[in-house]
């Protein structure tokens, strides 16, 4: 039976990677940068963001990079260009408190870059039980031990959570730590034949669909 529900964010719980390619270009390109094509954006798309925009743009200062972009994120969220989570996702979050499951989010992205996620005034901070991030874990993914620290601490067994994610890093380290995993194919940056081998036991098009799978399970 699950007890624990642990979301990935980027393009799972938010569809972020479209805002992310643009924001991205634009800090870019005040560096003096050419834009990236989408088709380098995509290449490695759920990689941690220091370490893939070296990758996207050869050649800039990752630091740089990151320190203008802490900067610079509360304006791009005052304007609603990155992180919306739909009222329908919101919904479904409230569902699965409802059910008596805990929430927790776990993503690659670092404490400067979830901040605002985890504000007390933001409403997403209200519906979880905890937030991972690269700051405050030992391992990323795909290693699957990067559920260790939340499964201790919500003291489950691996059978008795699932993972909710859209890459193939995602499949691999929750199907490798003995979790349950719905792939989120909403973002369309995957397809099922992706994923073809890697043990999926649910796909749904939309963050609505993953209650048909949890409620049963």
Known sequence: MIKLVIIDFDDTLSLTEKACFKIENQIAKKMGFLPMTHEAHLKNWGTPLREAIKQRVPGINADEFMARLEKTLPEFISKNETDIITDVNFEVLNKLKGLGLKLAILTSRTLGEVRHLIHEDHPLSKKLDAFYHKDNSEYMKPDPRVFNKVLEEFKVKPSEAIYIGDSLGDAISAKKAGLHFIALMESK?????????????????????????????
């Open 189 to 217: 940056i995957k397809t099922r034949d992706d994923f073809k081998g890697l043990g999926v036991d649910f796909f749904a098009d939309n963050f609505l669909k993953i209650t048909d799978y949890i409620k049963n399970h």
